[in-house]
């Protein structure tokens, strides 16, 4: 069973701030997704990684792939109340095949104005 | 944007009982998901669906569970007897290829209560 650890599980900081979340695992993805889920509602995705130490920018977000393929990293720049919710990797270990992703627990970011 | 959509969005219903979740893909996905998030717990795989088969099945779906795709635009998944760990947001999923290749379009969900 692969597994994927996120950490922090919870983080809570101020706006304006920068903050780090992380995404692991002992074996290697062939690709890495991260999506952001509000309460009651599905997971949206928000990018997809596949080559190992590649960087993706959307808007304040910064998404890092290792070179490894085997972790990630989701990096945001003066964060604001309206980034707050879950945010869940989840990994793609079957190389393209048909089988569905595994997902981590998530972080739940708390922004506070 | 085209988007998927499950009903109910809430089912409550007694423990043996069957229930039926539906949901309705995106019109040119190919590849339909259902997966499960249990109230404070991580979103876990349940099955996968290509070409009107099962591609993948994770170890929670068991004999009690199955999937069809009744039409062109259906696609539901059955709980034969509902047991109170079935209690959880299930959610549907499609994408235009496999999994690593294009993204999944959840669906907001169907919430099943157990009781």
Same mark, same amino acid.
């Given at each position: 069973?692969?597994?994927?650890?996120?950490?922090?599980?919870?983080? !809570?900081?101020?706006? $304006?701030?920068?903050?780090?979340?992380?995404?692991? !695992?002992?074996? *290697?993805?062939?690709?890495?997704?991260?999506?952001?889920?509000?309460?009651?509602?599905?997971?949206?995705?928000? *990018?997809? *990684?596949?080559?190992? $130490?590649?960087?993706?920018?959307? #808007?304040?977000?910064?998404?890092?792939?290792?070179?490894?393929? #085997?972790?990630?990293?989701?990096?945001?720049?003066?964060?604001?109340? $309206? &980034?707050?919710?879950?945010?869940?990797?989840?990994? &793609?270990?079957? $190389?393209?095949?048909?089988?569905?992703?595994?997902?981590?627990?998530?972080?739940?970011?708390?922004?506070?104005? | 944007?085209?988007?998927?959509?499950?009903?109910?969005?809430?089912? @409550?219903?007694? =423990?043996?009982?069957?229930?039926?979740?539906?949901?309705?893909?995106?019109?040119?996905?190919?590849?339909?998901?259902?997966?499960?998030?249990?109230?404070?717990?991580?979103?876990?795989?349940?099955?996968?669906?290509?070409?009107?088969?099962?591609?993948?099945?994770?170890?929670?779906?068991?004999?009690?569970?199955? @999937?069809?795709?009744?039409?062109?635009?259906?696609?539901?998944?059955?709980?034969?007897?509902?047991?109170?760990?079935?209690?959880? =947001?299930?959610?549907?999923?499609?994408?235009?290829?496999?999994?690593?290749?294009?993204?999944?379009?959840?669906?907001?969900?169907?919430?099943?209560? @157990?009781?």
């Amino acid at each position: 069973t692969q597994l994927l650890e996120q950490s922090p599980q919870f983080l !809570s900081i101020q706006e $304006g701030e920068n903050l780090t979340v992380y995404c692991n !695992s002992s074996s *290697v993805f062939s690709s890495l997704q991260w999506y952001r889920q509000e309460p009651g509602e599905g997971p949206v995705l928000l *990018v997809t *990684v596949v080559t190992g $130490g590649e960087v993706k920018k959307l #808007k304040r977000l910064t998404f890092q792939f290792g070179d490894a393929r #085997k972790d990630s990293s989701l990096h945001i720049t003066a964060a604001q109340p $309206g &980034d707050t919710g879950l945010y869940l990797c989840a990994g &793609d270990y079957s $190389g393209g095949g048909a089988d569905g992703l595994t997902f981590g627990k998530g972080t739940h970011l708390i922004i506070q104005p | 944007e085209p988007e998927v959509t499950q009903t109910p969005s809430h089912q @409550v219903t007694q =423990m043996g009982q069957e229930v039926i979740l539906r949901c309705v893909p995106i019109s040119n996905h190919l590849y339909f998901y259902w997966y499960r998030q249990i109230l404070g717990q991580k979103v876990e795989f349940l099955v996968s669906f290509y070409n009107n088969e099962i591609s993948e099945k994770s170890e929670i779906f068991d004999d009690q569970f199955s @999937v069809e795709r009744p039409d062109g635009s259906n696609f539901t998944l059955k709980i034969r007897s509902t047991k109170l760990e079935d209690s959880a =947001m299930y959610f549907c999923a499609s994408s235009v290829s496999q999994p690593g290749n294009s993204p999944l379009h959840f669906g907001n969900g169907t919430r099943l209560t @157990v009781t």
